[in-house]
């Protein structure tokens, strides 16, 4: 079925303010966009009146833990479930993403070596509701006796050829992206984010092998030197990046076309906020969160004028950081980071659609682009809290059919 939107008040992902238009979807595509007093040919098309409200590309979650199961529709106390409870765990997350208008979603690891890469597949083929997937391996740290750690994997052989073998096993099963903890977590081991968990020669080892099996590395990096040998050893997206000192923002800088930084604000920003039960000590996790925020606060503008590439996403899935809160960042961006709305909103969407891999057919309201689209009962170019209601989303469109069209109740 064809449909034109009509008297839409349009972000096209670009940055700039919203235009009053029409916007017509064949398809899975967007064919044509209108600037009033021009319009789109209406022909046979199901015709959508928008009533002024706002037009705009669907969000992408450039930070995604769909197997974190705790999620806004259900609270686990803890991380881990059976493997079934997981799945339908994980396929519920899914479908709360696209609930919340997050169209896309950039794993950023998973509790499970194959769980997101079924999963991508039965979203794919239409069968589950939720967003594009960059399905990710499990979360890849070193052998390690804490059981806070999410992500111990069976396959704990160290070294440059045990590093080839986890990429090469990961890329074999179908993930696209495999996840490294570059550094520690001090939220997890107080002083760990200073730490490098890997040698360069793995590092470099699991870049070579990256390359050979075309899967995407994804780096969780808060000191300097992670930084520094996640871009040297070609990952793509490097997460937190808190401590990057001059060096590492120079290397960052001279791989700006290539590399992708999330600088994860939600799961710190919520660290702060929480009230724990009475037996679960976060005094350091509070800490070194308040470390943290008071460091990307003063990273974020570096980088940005540097030109590099950042994305908002913010490690939801624990439980004080829920699935489905995540346009929560937007909010974190232009409080905490200097953004304005439209400035974070392209980031979100545009740049989103560049990290999914899809730069020149994802992330706009262009002719020719996907129609991943929302509908927003509100401006959120002005108000960028509208996206944390879901019921202001008044339609979900992804690939050019309505998860959620005008006038369903959800
Ligand atoms: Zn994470």
Redesign the pocket.
Known sequence: MNIVFINASIFDGSGAVPFSGELRVENNRITEVATYPSVVPHGDAHIIDCQGKVLMPGLVEA?A?LT?PTSVERFVPGMYLPPEDLALTAARNARILLDHGFTSAYS??ALSKTLEIKLAEHIETGGLPGPRLVPSSI?REPPNETELDPGQVMDQLRGADGMRKFVSDCAKLGAKSVKFLISGESALKPGASHELLYTEQELMAAGEQARIDHVWLTG?AHAAEAVKLGVLSGFRVL?HCTYADDEALDLLESRRDSIFVAP?IG?VQATLDTTPPPHFDMAHMKADAAIVMEHQKALVPKLRARGIRLLPGG?Y?FPYNPNGRNAWDLELWVQQLGYTPCEVLHAATALGGQLMGLGDELGLLKKGYLADILLVDGDPTKDVRILQDKQRLVAVMKDGRFHKAPGMLQ
């Open positions: 930070h833990h974190w950023a690891g979360e969780h997460y994860t799961i490690d899935g």
